[in-house]
């Protein structure tokens, strides 16, 4: 029985000596699948790392892929005699055990390379039994893998803390470079984490780190594996640690990419390539911050651009706010997704409606307090220069921005054909009915994002295509296959490209803007740029949006909380910041000009009554029209100028016709000849208002029951005088039955 008990306990040794040469299970040894998705810029550049919850970053990399520094460094750090031993350093172990039993506790510091990287591989609590099988799997490694193949392992597996796991995730992390490119004191300075990822964290315990680096290099240099000149200029050198906030770059737009990609779909892929331009997004990210700092004591605490590529529709920029760590500010609010009021800046889009109902750039449309009792219900706008402009052409009243002429378009084409158009260019904020908005609506009453103003903006610039803004290029999977997107997708016509044409050479018109903006404002370049400004109201936000043939850029500051700036307007508040980004953009460029559709002919016209100029007009205006819509007739209001005799009573204060209406002569006006002057020259000019509501109008004017004339806007006609008694009457021409004025009874005085 002793005999056999002897044996056993003999044989002991040699069966455990034997169970040593099992193989290693390669299955544990295959590299770590990859956890984390990158989101990239264009050109490659890291945005952002983001980790699943089941691990952290890892990018696996040979041995030869990294640099020797790192590797010395190591072995110097964690493990001098790695090249001697069998996987375990038997005599530091002996006196760890003797430590452990005495203490009753768990005293680490003996552990190979190669223990490490078992722990690694099985992690387990850690006491007396687990240090034994993670002592016997670590001689089992040895007989299965060479010591190149181990430190592989172990360099790729260990942490670096900050769920960086291996060398070339915590290279990246920390020092924003490759881990082939780790100079001597970057690899110690590395090499000295994997002791205690936590305690050692180079972000809260740089010093600790550093300190820990010096002993490293230290030891390197006692162990022989460098010089000391060497030595000497690692401890000198000064180490760049890539900032965490510089792990998040272009944050507001990655948390957008993000959201456009289903959670399920996301754990499929290690990558994703974004259409965002990294190095333009830091310029955009600091003109923006000094654009504001510019404009500090005005109450604008926050501001958003986004930059789009028309012909792909890609977002190359998009900052959300000053500045995404601001907390006190609201910075992770993307204020390119904010839903606010954007003032006048859907007004392109009434006008281009216009257009297409038979408007022209050069109609006339009456800004004046008579135009708002058209208006239905108890809508009351005002222009923003509080004055009234009497009859302007369509071009002025976009390029000043006017308020009345616009309420009296869209009361004309309908606030519902707006809305449906807003709709279709992406206008997915407004959600609530037509009615509710009203004539609202062009002036700026719903709310809507900075991005779908650029978006539709872009439109215009597209000549009339509306296309959705990308963010994302390809898709990598973690398998590799990358899934590249199509480049474009299919355009939608919102606009005809003629439409498009007039209103952007209206919104790049610098000389229509002057009397509303006066001529050097920011919107000016030496190159051609359509651009329009907006603020809400109270002047909560100021806006400018608009566009190259290349880019649309799309401004919004104020602030998220809604409070009030002061004295701001789209061109003292953002049109400085556009007209930087836009310089920016078209940097070295010469720029190229809208190029002009088919269908578009130039001509001159009478900016007086937007007809075609006749001898007696004072002034002349090119205007560009669809072709066939240009004007006919010669200009009715400049003709050679009479001494108009009239004895009319006068009716002061008396509130103009809310409809069609003859305004001139009124009802019992008295008319007496002079009778010096010569017959043909006593004549008056009979007037009527038509409200908006039916274009194209043409009045015919009679008298008696005889037809004297016909007219277009701004319906005026003169009228020989003779004696008697006349009836005036006006008979509007539209699509539908004639409309008629009531009849203004005259008496004409020998
Ligand atoms: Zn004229």
């Known amino acids: 029985m002793k005999k056999r008990l002897l044996l056993v306990l003999l044989a002991l040794p040699g069966v455990i ?44 990399v040979q041995l030869d892929e990294v640099s020797p520094h790192l590797l010395r460094a190591t072995i110097a750090a964690e493990d001098k005699l790695f090249f001697l031993h069998r996987g375990v350093n038997t005599i530091s172990m002996l006196r760890a055990l003797l430590q452990n039993l005495r203490r009753g506790e768990v005293v680490s510091g003996a552990s190979t390379i190669t223990q490490q990287l078992v722990r690694n591989l099985y992690p387990a609590p850690r006491n007396v039994w687990v240090k034994l099988r993670e002592s016997w799997l670590a001689l089992r490694l040895e007989c299965t893998l060479s010591k190149q193949e181990i430190l592989a392992q172990y360099i790729n597996r260990i942490s670096y803390g900050n769920q960086a796991y291996g060398i070339e995730a915590a290279s990246r992390l920390y020092l924003d470079k490759p881990s082939s490119q780790l100079s001597l004191a970057e690899a110690a300075f590395l090499a000295a984490i994997p002791r205690s990822p936590t305690l050692l964290n180079p972000y809260r315990a740089f010093r600790g780190v550093k300190k820990r680096q010096l002993d490293i290099l230290g030891k390197m240099l006692e162990l022989g594996l460098i010089a000391g000149a060497e030595h000497d200029r690692a401890r000198a050198e000064d180490l760049c640690l890539l900032p965490a906030t510089e792990r998040f770059r272009a944050p507001h737009f990655c948390d957008f990419v993000l959201s456009q990609v289903p959670s399920e779909e996301r754990k499929t892929l290690s990558a994703i390539g974004t259409t965002l331009d990294y190095g333009l997004q830091r310029k955009i990210e600091i003109l923006l911050k000094n654009g504001l700092s510019a404009m500090e004591g005005r109450g604008i605490e926050n501001g958003a651009v986004v930059v789009l590529d028309n012909r792909s529709g890609e977002i190359l920029s998009l900052v959300g706010s000053r500045d995404f760590f601001d907390e006190a500010h609201d910075g992770q609010v993307n204020g390119v997704l904010a839903l606010r009021q954007p003032g006048s800046t859907l007004k392109p889009f009434t006008y281009g409606l216009a257009l297409e109902n038979g408007l022209t750039a050069a109609s006339l449309i009456e800004d004046s307090p008579d135009q708002l009792r058209n208006v239905e219900g108890n809508y009351r706008p005002q222009n923003y220069d509080r004055r009234y402009h009497g009859l302007i052409s369509l071009r002025t009243a976009l390029a000043c921005s006017y308020n009345i002429p616009a309420v009296a378009v869209l009361q004309a084409i309908g606030p519902d054909l707006l809305y ?6 992406g206008f997915e904020s407004l959600r609530e009915t037509p009615g509710y908005y009203g004539l609202g609506l062009t002036l700026g009453n719903g709310e809507v994002s900075l991005l779908e103003l650029a978006r539709a903006y872009s439109v215009l610039a597209r000549r009339g295509l509306y296309l959705r803004e990308r963010t994302i290029m390809s898709l990598v999977r973690k398998d590799g296959q990358e899934d590249p997107l199509p480049i474009r997708e299919a355009a939608e016509r919102a606009f005809s490209p003629q439409i498009a044409y007039i209103i952007t050479n209206i919104l790049a018109d610098r000389d229509a803007r002057t009397p509303s903006f006066g001529y050097h404002n920011p919107l000016s370049f030496p190159f051609p740029v359509a651009a329009k400004t907006g603020t809400s109201k109270d002047f909560r936000d100021n806006w400018t949006v608009g566009y190259s043939p290349r880019y649309t850029v799309g401004v919004w500051v104020g602030n998220f909380d809604g409070e009030p700036m002061h004295n701001v307007s789209g061109i003292t508040g953002c049109g400085p910041l556009f007209k930087d980004i836009m310089l920016l953009l078209h940097k070295g460029e010469a720029g190229t000009d809208f190029t002009e559709p088919k269908g578009i002919v130039t001509s001159a016209v009478c900016p007086r009554s937007g007809l075609r100029p006749n001898e007696f007009c004072p002034g002349v205006v090119k205007e560009v029209f669809i072709e066939g819509t240009e004007p006919r007739e010669e200009c009715t209001h400049h003709q050679k100028n009479p001494a108009v005799l009239l004895v009319a009573e006068k009716r002061n204060g008396e509130p103009a016709p809310a409809r069609f209406a003859i305004t001139f002569p009124r009802d019992g006006d008295i008319f007496k000849l002079d009778p010096v002057l010569r017959k043909e020259h006593q004549r008056i000019k009979l007037r009527a208002v038509f409200p908006v509501t039916k274009y194209p109008a043409r009045i015919k004017w009679w008298v008696n029951g005889d037809k004297v004339g016909e007219t277009g806007p701004p319906f005026s006609i003169f009228w020989n005088l003779r004696p008697g008694s006349f009836t005036i009457k006006a008979t509007a021409v539209s699509d539908g039955p004639p409309v008629e004025s009531r009849p203004v009874k005259v008496v004409v005085l020998t």
């Not at 040894?29 to 990158?38: A, E």
């Not at 449906?420 to 260019?425: A, D, F, G, H, P």
């Open 420 to 425: 449906r158009r807003l709709q279709s260019i």
């Open 17 to 60: 000596s034997l169970t040593i040469l099992l193989p290693f299970p390669k299955s544990r040894l295959s590299p770590g699948h990859v956890v984390s998705l990158r989101l990239l810029d264009r050109n490659g550049t890291l945005l952002r790392e983001v980790l699943s919850d089941e691990g952290g970053r890892c990018r696996w």
